[in-house]
């Protein structure tokens, strides 16, 4: 037999150390592929049980189950899909390492959670457990899907899911590879944050990173409920900071640029719970260099009207701070402007309340008059004067633009005759009439703007503002409908217009001198004051029962006053002992 020669030795030699360590390195790679595949919760197996590769062995006790439930199926009726005799064969089939029977347990469940009317009995989560922690895929769709349906539906207690330790496996299938099993446990989760202790509960099991992790997921139905349950979880104040800490805001401000307008609604009603408290301010403000305003502004020309609302609550809430220059600084009055114009109710109160909270700062005044925005809010408050909502801010962001400096601006956009005429139509137990009052009363403190009212003012608007000072039941509307007539009696036109209704002026007078409130006993007083330079009006407050009742507080307010110097004579005196 031949040998081979010194040089194919050494050939044969490097050959065989070649293929040696490919061989090595291969393995390596192969061992490494399957430690990284058993890292995925999908392929988890029950914590119960051992890694077998064998398929399991149907028992006795599960083939005489799955028969019975088989049975049960059949025999079962709409009306009858809780049957308490049955629970014992779902936990069995529900325990089962079959996956068959594990699907069939699965798949019932999912009929229940379809049918079922009224509340599920407890010891029915309890085989959930052992299908969520399954390790067959479908058995994890089916139920999933099925505790999300009855979650929304009612079906089940929320405290309870989580008190039975449901909870732990929901947010394990967050970490599924399967985009059907992220989109039904992220449900599951957003469903259980709408309860405050389960939000605790949510947080301190890591929840938040998991779901801040499929809130970047490329399914926009995961997305989308990842970020319904972010959302849940910012109404509590507690779990807002822990949010803010795992680095919710990037994202969420992120989402405001979704091509989901879902997404962008719970995006920013997220965020605008988070405004609500100014601590978090800073932090909103510095990420992208203060781009959440400029993609708030932009969110509230969104077609999508809960968008639109939304992108003015979270502004709102922004405002209550030193931010608020920021943010009419990004030209927004224009842009609220075109919102208070629009069709919908919805938009209209939400831009109102943004503007409310501008109107709170006098340095936003001039700027807000000079957009011509006054006329706009007239018109508002004829369309929707019978709504309190509305009435409320129009009224109130009026009489606080009302300066010295903006009267003539209001008189010519035509409010005092809205307002005058809301008055008139408003019945006395819509609750918008008593916005319109309390407006009408501040802007009398006003001269240009009183001299206006009485302007417009006639018979029907005295008897109808007499009517309104007389409400016994509504003592709030009853005191500013006085004021109003008070501050307008100072007028002799005004005046003239009341004499007919002296008596009844007389009457109310009374019953505010003998009212406990002293701003009642002090606007009776005031109204003696103003309207006994009318003659008439002199003659009949001269009457003795109400003389009677002027000396009466008269006497109380000596007495108050002899108290007070006492207490305040004793107070010095202790001070001096005290020296």
């Known amino acids: 037999m031949e040998t ?55 028992q006795q006790h599960e083939k005489e189950a799955a028969q019975e439930f088989l049975q049960h199926i059949e025999e079962a009726s709409e009306s009858n899909v809780i049957d308490t005799e049955r629970l014992e064969v779902l936990q069995t089939l529900a325990a089962s390492e079959n996956p068959s029977l594990q699907q069939s347990a699965a798949l019932y469940y999912l009929h229940i959670s379809e049918q079922l009317k009224n509340e599920m009995p407890e010891k029915y989560l309890e085989p959930y457990c052992a299908l969520l922690q399954s390790n067959d895929l479908e058995v994890q769709r089916k139920a999933s899907l099925s505790l999300v349906n009855l979650l929304v539906e009612g079906n089940v207690n929320k405290e309870t899911v989580v008190q039975i330790g449901l909870l732990e496996p929901i947010l394990e299938l967050l970490g599924s590879g399967d985009a059907t099993v992220q989109c039904n446990s992220s449900a599951c989760v957003a469903t259980l944050a709408t309860s405050v202790s389960n939000r605790e509960a949510i947080v301190a099991e890591g929840g938040i990173r998991s779901l801040l992790g499929l809130a970047k997921s490329y399914d926009p139905r995961v997305q989308q409920n990842a970020v319904g349950a972010i959302l849940n979880l910012t109404r509590s104040e507690k779990t807002q900071l822990l949010l803010c ?31 609500s408290n100014p601590r978090h301010h800073p932090n ?14 932009s969110l509230m020309s969104s077609s999508v009207v809960k968008v639109c609302c939304q992108a003015c609550y979270c502004l709102r809430n922004l405002s209550l701070n030193d931010t608020q220059a920021d943010i009419v600084a990004i030209n927004i009055l224009p842009q609220l402007h075109e919102l208070l114009k629009s069709s919908s109710k919805s938009v209209n109160e939400a831009a109102l309340t943004l503007l409310s909270t501008f109107s709170e700062n006098h340095s936003n005044t001039d700027a807000i008059v000079s ?45 005092v005759v809205v307002l005058l005429q809301a008055l008139s139509h408003l019945r006395v137990h819509d609750e918008s009439l008593l916005y319109v009052t309390i407006c009408i009363a501040e802007l009398t403190r006003h ?33 500013h409908a006085a004021c109003i007539i008070s501050q307008l009696g100072l007028d002799e036109m005004f005046s003239s217009l009341l004499r007919p209704h002296a008596r009844e002026i007389v009457g109310y007078v009374l019953h505010f001198l003998k009212h406990q409130e002293i701003r009642f006993q002090h606007l009776g007083l005031l109204t003696i004051q103003n309207l006994r330079k009318d003659a008439h009006f002199a003659a009949v407050f001269s009457e003795k029962q109400l003389m009677v009742q002027l000396n009466r507080v008269c006497q109380q307010t000596a007495e108050t006053e002899q108290l007070l110097q006492a207490v305040l004579f004793s107070k010095e005196g202790d001070q001096k002992q005290m020296i």
């Open 4 to 58: 081979f020669c010194d040089s194919c030795r050494q050939h044969l030699k490097n050959l065989v150390e070649l293929i040696q360590r490919a061989s090595e390195n291969l393995w390596q790679k192969i061992k490494y592929f399957f430690e990284s595949m058993q890292c995925c919760c999908c392929l988890k197996r029950n914590k119960s049980a051992p890694y077998r590769l064998y398929k399991p062995v149907l």
């Open 245 to 275: 800490n795992e680095g919710a805001l990037p994202v969420l401000i992120l989402h405001l640029q979704s091509p989901d307008s879902e997404v962008q609604y719970y995006s920013c009603s997220a965020l605008t719970n988070i405004a």
């Open 284 to 297: 909103m403000l510095q990420i992208g260099d203060g781009i959440l305003l400029k993609m708030l502004l």
């Open 371 to 415: 957009e011509d925005i006054l006329k706009t809010l007239g018109k508002l408050l004829l369309i929707h004067k019978t709504s309190p909502g509305i009435s409320n801010y129009v009224a109130t962001i009026i009489h606080k633009l009302a300066t010295s400096e903006t009267q003539q601006a209001i008189i010519d956009s035509q409010c």
């Open 447 to 479: 001269e240009t703007i009183r001299t206006r009212i009485i302007q417009e003012s006639d018979v029907n608007i005295a008897a109808h503002l007499l009517m309104l000072s007389s409400q016994p039941e509504n003592i709030d509307l009853s005191f």
